[in-house]
């Protein structure tokens, strides 16, 4: 028979374990053709274990907990059976492991280390990020030993878990969004880094590398922020007119997404003042101040990031914090003759061989490309805007910024235009 994907199902969905002499168990595989043996060597504290196999999805194994049918004292233990990347016909087992206190890590003896950066790692979008995971044993092992790893993201502000890469030997599965656009890299022995092309905004949170070798797994978490800057955003007819999803939808089309409290909080230590509250990723609602004034909640507040707390995704109504990544491409004001309506701005930027930008756009290269420009432009959502990184006379407040002047007719040919050529 040839080898079977990864993903191929076991063939034994049960196994007894029963202890022998010392710490000897014998793994009695059922409901297939023919029952296999094996001997594994565990702990010393229990007599009889059953268990029925659940499959881990999107996963290359069976996991799960034991539980002690007989026998005086408590315990339990946990394993599981991975298909052998020698012999996919046959699944490899795993020597059940007596739990020992969270992290300890201690295996027959060995102890499975696994190693990631503590500091954060900063990255743009469109870039290609390494995220480190390495592994050794204590005290180290004379012969390399088959291991399965699975990369995932963790949850952020109440969105599912995601699973982005699991991989025995030279095998390996991609999943999601994440398809295409990860591997392993490991170029040293035990080396087993993700690597992400193509950064995305959503990309950015918290990735745990997990390392199973047999029954023992221990994992590191590396965390992957996205340069980027945060920026007020409403509806075309005014204020606090998005649900939740609205706000989503609106951050999206302007090449960003959703704001997360941590974004926000950082664009508030680097001076964001708005008085309008808006939702953020976790869907709450909140505003950053910096300077104490009546109508952002009084003079009597100190200067913080103001919060309505949760609110109801469908009912509430709001504006939204958006936030977009650093550019791979070129935004620009277009040089021409004459003012422009939107539909001419729009049809402007095609002839030069771009599109008209997006608000997030314009942000990211006023924030990271220093462009400092004093003209009004349109933009792609029918608003009129301008970027200013040196404040001057005759261009506006005295603070950088990107100046608005709101969602002015789009029959106006007060504007030029804002473009943007992808790289």
């Known amino acids: 028979?040839?080898?079977?994907?990864?993903?191929?199902?076991?063939?034994?969905?049960?196994?007894?374990?029963?202890?022998?002499d010392s710490n000897s168990w014998t793994l009695s595989f059922g409901g297939g053709p023919e029952p296999r043996l094996e001997t594994a060597q565990v702990g010393n504290n229990s007599s009889l274990w059953t268990q029925a196999l659940g499959r881990e999805r999107g996963a290359c194994s069976f996991k799960g907990l034991a539980r002690r049918e007989r026998g005086d004292l408590s315990a339990a233990a946990s394993f599981q059976a991975l298909q052998d990347p020698w012999d996919p016909d046959r699944p490899r087992l795993s020597a059940p492991a007596v739990e020992e206190p969270p992290g300890d890590g201690v295996f027959n003896g060995v102890r499975l280390v696994v190693e990631t950066p503590e500091e954060t790692l900063f990255s743009y979008r469109g870039a290609n990020v390494t995220l480190p995971c390495h592994y050794h044993y204590e005290p180290a092992l004379l012969s390399p030993r088959p291991v399965r790893i699975k990369w995932w993201k963790l949850s952020e502000n109440g969105a599912p878990e995601?699973?982005?890469?699991?991989?025995?030997?030279?095998?390996?599965?991609?999943?999601?969004?994440?398809?295409?656009?990860?591997?392993?890299?490991?170029?040293?022995?035990?080396?087993?880094?993700?690597?992400?092309?193509?950064?995305?905004?959503?990309?950015?949170?918290?990735?745990?590398?997990?390392?199973?070798?047999?029954?023992?797994d221990e994992s590191g978490l590396v965390e992957l922020e996205l340069r980027g800057v945060v920026f007020p955003y409403q509806h075309p007819q005014g204020r606090y007119l998005l649900n939740f999803r609205e706000a989503q939808r609106a951050c999206e089309e302007q090449d960003a997404v959703v704001a997360s409290f941590e974004q926000l909080f950082r664009a508030w230590e680097e001076g964001l003042d708005w008085c309008n509250a808006g939702w953020l990723q976790d869907a709450s609602v909140q505003y950053p101040v910096t300077?104490?004034?009546?109508?952002?909640?009084?003079?009597?507040?100190?200067?913080?990031?103001?919060?309505?707390?949760?609110?109801?995704?469908?009912?509430?109504?709001?504006?939204?914090?958006?936030?977009?990544?650093?550019?791979?491409?070129?935004?620009y004001y277009l040089d021409h003759p004459e003012k422009l309506t939107l539909a001419e701005a729009k049809e402007a930027c095609q002839e030069d061989g771009a599109r008209i930008a997006k608000v997030g756009q314009l942000f990211a290269a006023w924030k990271f490309r220093g462009l400092d420009r004093c003209d009004a432009g349109w933009l792609a959502d029918g608003s009129a805007r301008y970027p200013v990184v040196h404040p001057r006379p005759n261009c506006g407040p005295l603070e950088p910024g990107v100046r608005s002047f709101g969602f002015p007719d789009p029959r106006s040919r007060r504007y030029g235009v804002y473009c943007y050529r992808p790289r």
Do not use: W
């Not at 028979?1 to 022998?20: K, Q, W």
């Not at 040293?188 to 047999?214: A, F, H, K, N």
């Not at 004034?293 to 709001?318: F, K």
């Open 1 to 20: 028979m040839g080898p079977s994907s990864v993903n191929a199902p076991l063939p034994f969905p049960t196994y007894i374990l029963e202890r022998g």
């Open 162 to 216: 995601q699973d982005v890469l699991v991989a025995i030997g030279l095998r390996h599965r991609s999943f999601g969004d994440y398809r295409g656009r990860v591997c392993l890299r490991q170029d040293r022995e035990r080396e087993v880094s993700l690597q992400i092309g193509d950064l995305r905004p959503e990309d950015y949170g918290r990735y745990r590398c997990e390392v199973i070798d047999g029954l023992e």
């Open 291 to 331: 300077l104490a004034r009546q109508p952002c909640g009084g003079l009597g507040l100190a200067p913080g990031v103001r919060s309505y707390g949760p609110r109801h995704r469908r009912l509430h109504r709001y504006d939204v914090f958006c936030f977009s990544a650093a550019l791979k491409g070129q935004v």
